[in-house]
Each structure stands twice: as structure tokens, then as C-alpha cells.
């Protein structure tokens, strides 16, 4: 082969090869109502106190991993107390720098959602505008990057991320249904370009809550399940579902369609009521069997022999922490309110890291 053939090749075979995703660590996967990483069931072998643990997804709520807030007006309420000003490139990187400890407790998954949730925790206007995406649905690039570089550590650390795509106090800015469309293509498209194999999709938090979008409501929810589906890259496509509001069985036309079940258990305050809502899921039609997994829950009572985590547990379902600050908490607790403290800061925090550790035995 002549030189510049050999120079040519030197030097083009890089841009070339800078468009295949790198080689992934971390990979989920559903064999009927179990998880698995990397072939393997989650926890294999594992049970506690009788119960089997092995294929659970024990997560937290951690949605605002990427949040910013592009409303002047209220830009300024997440301020933090040593700097006076919001700084959203922060906030990520103390989110990444807290991932190994909660790894550590065998925290295995976390939900981010890339218009968050309330910064309140529980808010009834939302006039702050956190949104990956702009009006017509196409990307915020700096959201985009925050996203890539948590999911990237993820993958390095074999935790999986629960990507939740709309919110209800958010996909109001998002101008009309094509919108919409297009940041549902846009996302799937970006995660399977990337290759990326660690993520499971939540449409939307809550689809039966105050959604302006028809397409994000429960009745036609599924046509954008399909739309995932449908999206194949090298013979691979996302695994995903929706969720709904605290206590709600899901409906038989996401149940068809889903790859897993996500409740909530918000509102629900007796324990015993996870397990009937979990049983109450697999009887819906069209069930198979398939994970369920409970992504936001904010009763803990971790130091008590029955509470909802507990509880879930019994019934074979994964349990998902759900954490604000309370009034008159301070700058150290609440994992969704702004600004976060992303490390072990608090009582409530520690309760359920030291539950977690107990049930999973760490990730040894």
C-alpha cells in the first residue's frame, strides 16, 4: 500500500471511529420479573429475612441530577447558602461525586427525569422552567451534557439510571404534541447512539396528573411506549414504561404494552396496602410476568418493623426512596429539593441507606 494511502487511513480511520459509541460496562436487561446486570440477576443468590431479593432494583429518587432553571425570577430561589447563586454544573458534579457511597450501601439504580420534579417537593404552581428540552423538543445542549456525564459514571459504576421524560409541571413548555414527538425521537435516538445500556425509559412521572399534552395522559400514553419500542438500533432497543400517581394500579393498555410496572406508593401510609396494590398490578389483563418497580415513595419509618420498603419487598416489588425537605429542614436534607446535598446528610437519608445496606448487603 502506497504511503499516502497509509497516511490517509492513519488519520481519517479516527473520525470514523469517534462515531461508534464507546464499549459499555453496565448492562440491564428483564428475564421475566427480574432484573439483571450484565447477565447476572441483580443481588443473585441474596434473600433477607426470608425474602428473595435476587432481580430487585432497589432505587432513589435523585431527579433533579440535571436541573437548572431558566426563569429569572425564580432562578434565584436555589441559591446555595455558602455561594448566594445557582450553579447547575455544580450540582452534577456533587451528584457524581456522591454516586460510589450510595453504590456502596447497594444502591443500584436512581431516577433522574429530565424536566425534574418539584424543587419544593410538592408544589402546586411551578413557575420555574426546567426542561431538557426546548419548546419544539429539540435538545438543551448543557442538559444533554450534564445527562451524558452522570450517565456515563453510572455505566462505569454498574448502576442503572430510570430516564423519566416529562413532568406535569414542565411539559407545558413544550409548544404542542409534534413537540412532543420530537423530544421522545430525540431522546431515544441519543441513548442508543451513544449506546448506552444501562438506562430504562419513563415516559412521563405520574401520567394521570395534570398533564396539558393528551399524548402524556393515560389514555394514549402507550402510543408513545410504542414509539420506543419501535426504535431499533444494531438490534437493540430501550426497555420502558410510565408511572403513576401515589397508589394507582397501572391500566390494562400500559400493562400491555409496558417492559415493567412502576407505582408510586405517595399517600400511601399503611404498609400493608403496598403488598395489596402490588397484587392488585398483577392481576391487571394483559399482565405477564414482568418487574414491578416502586420509583417514588416518601414514607420511611425505616427503624420499624413494617414501613413501605419493607413492605414492598415482601411482595417482590423494588422500592424507590423519595426525599424533600420538609419545613424547617435545612440545606442538608431532601434529595429532590433544590439546592441538593447529594451525599448521606441527614437522619431520614442515613435510615434509608443503612435499611438498604441491611436488605442488599451492600453490592459485594
Known amino acids: 500500500m502506497k504511503l499516502h494511502v497509509l497516511l490517509l487511513l492513519f488519520f481519517v480511520a479516527p ?59 425564580t432562578r434565584g430561589k436555589w441559591a446555595y447558602p ?39 417537593g410538592y408544589s402546586q404552581n411551578q413557575p420555574w422552567i426546567n426542561s431538557a428540552f426546548n419548546p419544539d423538543g429539540s435538545w438543551d445542549v448543557p442538559y444533554r451534557d450534564r445527562l451524558k456525564r452522570i450517565l456515563d459514571r453510572a455505566d462505569q459504576l454498574g448502576m442503572v439510571a430510570i430516564v423519566g421524560l416529562f413532568y406535569f409541571g414542565q411539559d407545558q413548555y413544550l409548544k404542542n404534541e409534534t413537540a ?24 412521563n412521572n405520574e401520567c394521570d396528573i395534570r398533564y396539558d399534552h393528551a399524548i402524556l395522559q393515560p389514555q394514549r400514553v402507550p402510543e408513545l411506549i410504542r414509539r420506543v419500542k419501535a426504535k431499533r438500533r444494531n438490534g437493540r432497543r430501550l426497555l420502558v414504561s410510565t ?33 395489596t396494590i402490588v397484587a392488585q ?18 414514607h420511611f419509618d425505616f427503624d420499624k418493623p413494617a414501613n413501605n420498603f419493607r413492605a414492598a419487598t415482601s411482595a417482590y416489588a423494588s422500592w424507590g426512596f423519595f ?42
Not at 24 to 42: A, E, L
Not at 282 to 290: D, Q, S
Open 180 to 203: 412532543v414527538l420530537q423530544a421522545v425521537d430525540n431522546t431515544t435516538d441519543w441513548l442508543l447512539r451513544k449506546g448506552y445500556r444501562n438506562v430504562l425509559l419513563e415516559i
Open 243 to 275: 408511572s403513576y400517581s401515589g397508589g394507582t394500579v397501572p391500566k390494562e393498555n400500559v400493562v400491555r404494552e409496558a417492559d415493567f410496572l412502576i407505582l408510586h406508593g405517595n399517600g400511601v401510609k399503611d404498609p400493608t396496602r403496598i403488598m
Open 82 to 120: 455558602d455561594t448566594r447563586i445557582w450553579d447547575a454544573n455544580r450540582n452534577t458534579e456533587e451528584f457524581i461525586a456522591a454516586m460510589p457511597v450510595w453504590k456502596e450501601h447497594g444502591l443500584l439504580a436512581f431516577t433522574l427525569n429530565l424536566q425534574g420534579g418539584s424543587p419544593e
Open 323 to 364: 426525599d424533600y425537605r420538609l419545613s424547617g429542614e435545612g440545606f442538608n436534607d431532601g434529595y429532590q429539593s433544590v439546592p441538593v446535598n447529594w451525599q448521606i446528610s441527614s437522619p431520614r437519608k442515613k435510615g434509608f441507606f443503612d435499611a438498604l445496606k441491611e436488605v442488599t448487603n451492600g453490592l459485594r
Open 281 to 298: 398490578t398483577r392481576a391487571v389483563a394483559g399482565y405477564r410476568p414482568m418487574p414491578i418497580v416502586i420509583n417514588e415513595d416518601d
Open 15 to 73: 473520525a470514523f471511529g469517534s462515531k461508534i459509541p464507546p464499549k459499555r460496562k453496565t448492562i440491564v436487561s428483564i428475564v421475566r420479573d427480574q432484573f439483571y446486570v450484565n447477565g447476572q440477576p441483580t443481588f443473585k443468590g441474596r434473600t433477607w429475612n426470608g425474602y428473595r431479593i435476587e432481580g430487585l432494583l432497589p432505587n432513589s429518587r435523585m431527579v433533579q441530577g440535571i436541573f437548572d432553571d431558566r426563569n429569572p425570577e
